[in-house]
């Protein structure tokens, strides 16, 4: 199976040649093992996964001689190295004492499928020595080769009328996932995927945790999945679930830690006097096509026969394509915006450069777009003032055009097609 590019590759090589040790999380099966094992930075890898009883076995019971054995002249890959804690304090002493023999440059690459915040023995022995990055399952751009990231296109590029082909959106989210199932049209989603969340909450889960009955996480993943997109109430939620309070946020923060969901904050600028705005969080799906496994629901039948349910899967598919881009590029926050002096002015997503310049996106799952389609983005442009780069409102039709000052109709292909 021949190699594809991901996105996070570059600023992987760039980081490998420029600091000592790198943490590179994300989704069990996205691509993490794969991705580590092509980086050519000038050093020969010595990969090693923690799945394998043995390597495992070595590290926990003498993690000492484990790093010990490890060749110096190569860049030592090591999968799964949340099954290890035993490693952790073993890996700063090792890094302080050749880091700087080695010019900083990579002595270890770390992947796990739990956020590095879900490990604090990790990131309590390795700060300041620790890069982390995360990886996602394929991007649009990325199982159909064009290599785009559409963030660093929006800011470098300015945008101008053209016309794209139709898309086939059911397709595109439908192979916007996991590699495996991406790329072997032979497997069964249904079964793939069921085995995936039994993995996930067998294994991974407690991990992570002392869980006693991991069921309870499935049935939180279910009530979630009927608020994708949404502003998420806990309250709600908690009833829904009859998980009490402490549980609950355990038992979110774990959903979170193992990238099963993300979610993102009210964009707000404390700087600004007379501007108050929802403190609640939007929640979304790491993979929609989980999404749509949760819900038990089939893609195509949605999108023919329920155009609601379909909207939000629709933004859900934009706001991990979203993250996907963002977490390739340095420095990049993605938030929402939801001002409480205007209601009903909410902006699907903001994603903000490291210098302060802003680019708002409005989600529309439909093919013609009028003038109420683009007024919340006015009240987002006068909000940020001169920050304020671009707002794009992505919807499935097939014209880029302009439909205000600043403000564009973008059809869903820019996301993955080259100029």
Excluded at 145 to 166: A, C, E, H, M, S
Excluded at 199 to 212: G, H, P, S, Y
Aim: hydrophobic share 40%; net charge positive.
């Amino acid at each position: 199976m021949d190699y594809i590019y991901r996105l996070l590759e570059d600023t992987l090589k760039k980081t490998v040649k420029t600091r000592p040790l790198i943490y590179l999380n994300g989704p069990r099966q996205c691509g993490k093992s794969t991705l580590a094992q092509n980086i050519s930075v000038g050093k020969k890898l010595n990969y090693i996964t923690f799945d394998n009883p043995v390597h495992l076995a070595f590290a926990r019971n003498d993690p000492k001689g484990f790093l010990q054995q490890l060749p110096n002249n190569k860049l030592n890959v090591m999968d799964e190295v949340q099954l290890a804690p035993e490693l952790f304090r073993c890996l700063k002493i090792a890094v302080d004492e050749k880091r700087l023999a080695d010019k900083n440059r990579a002595l270890y690459v770390l992947t796990g499928s739990a956020n590095i915040f879900a490990l604090p023995k990790l990131a309590d022995a390795l700060v300041g020595r620790l890069s982390v990055l995360t990886l996602y399952p394929f991007s649009a751009s990325e199982i159909k080769g064009t290599n785009v990231n559409f963030i660093q296109k929006l800011w470098k590029d300015d945008l101008y009328p053209r016309k794209y082909p139709r898309a086939n959106i059911v397709s595109i989210i439908s192979n916007a996932t996991f590699p495996e199932i991406a790329l072997d049209k032979r497997k069964n989603r249904y079964n793939w995927f069921n085995d995936y969340i039994t993995t996930l909450l067998q294994r991974d889960v407690r991990t992570l945790a002392d869980i006693k009955n991991p069921d309870k996480i499935y049935q939180l993943l279910v009530s979630l999945s009927q608020r994708a997109g949404g502003l998420l109430n806990n309250a709600n939620v908690m009833k829904e679930t009859g998980l009490d309070a402490k549980t609950y946020e355990k038992y979110k923060a774990l959903c979170n830690n193992t990238f099963l969901i993300f979610e993102l904050p009210s964009w707000t600028k404390p700087n600004r006097l007379n501007k108050k705005f929802v403190k609640q969080k939007k929640l979304y799906f790491t993979d929609t096509s989980l999404l749509c496994h949760i819900m038990q629901r089939d893609m195509e039948d949605v999108y023919k026969n329920d155009k609601t349910t379909m909207g939000h899967i629709f933004e859900n598919f934009i706001a991990a394509e979203i993250m996907k881009a963002a977490k390739s590029l340095d420095s990049f926050n993605v938030s929402h915006f939801n001002p409480v002096q205007n209601q009903g002015k909410e902006v699907d997503f903001i994603i903000e450069s490291p210098d302060g310049k802003t680019v708002g996106i409005e989600v529309k799952l439909d093919g013609t777009i009028n003038e109420k389609d683009w007024t919340n983005m006015n009240t987002l442009q006068e909000t940020i003032g001169s920050g304020f780069l671009k707002g794009i409102i992505i919807y499935t039709g097939t014209d880029l055009v302009q439909v205000s000052r600043k403000i564009w109709a973008v059809p869903v292909q820019y996301l993955w097609m080259q100029e």
